[in-house]
Nanobody
Framework: QVQLVESGGGLVQAGGSLRLSCASS????????MGWFRQAPGKEREFVAA????????YYADSVKGRFTISRDNAKNTVYLQMNSLKPEDTNVYYC????????????????WGQGTQVTVSS
């Protein structure tokens, strides 16, 4: 079974930046599609970004396109989310996810999840 551990969250002012990391266990990481989701209390989990196995293809939610960048380092079994120009509405718990298939915006289609890291953006 794959384990995912997020880090890098914190408190930042609007307009600032954070870089989230997701470290993965397991030797199958290289073949996985990796993604980031976010969720506020009482709300559904929302797709943020995804990246294919070699980093050649990415997809972003419209709400973060142009501000966030997803990347991966397969040698380190790690995926990143660089978040720039942060807004108060970006405040959420951010989750790393993995699956062996194609990109999907539905959280139910992803096989593995981390525990999340809190991102808070103040105005």
């Amino acid at each position: 079974q794959v384990q995912l551990v997020e880090s890098g969250g914190g408190l930042v002012q609007a307009g600032g930046s954070l870089r989230l990391s997701c470290a993965s266990s397991g030797r199958t990481f290289r073949s996985y599609t990796m993604g980031w989701f976010r969720q506020a209390p009482g709300k559904e989990r929302e797709f943020v970004a995804a990246i294919n196995w070699n980093g050649g293809r990415t997809y972003y939610a419209d709400s973060v396109k142009g501000r966030f960048t997803i990347s991966r380092d397969n040698a380190k079994n790690t995926v990143y989310l660089q978040m720039n120009s942060l807004k108060p509405e970006d405040t959420n718990v951010y989750y790393c996810a993995a699956n062996g298939g194609v990109f999907t915006v539905g959280a139910g289609g992803w096989a593995y999840w981390g525990q999340g890291t809190q991102v808070t953006v103040s105005s």
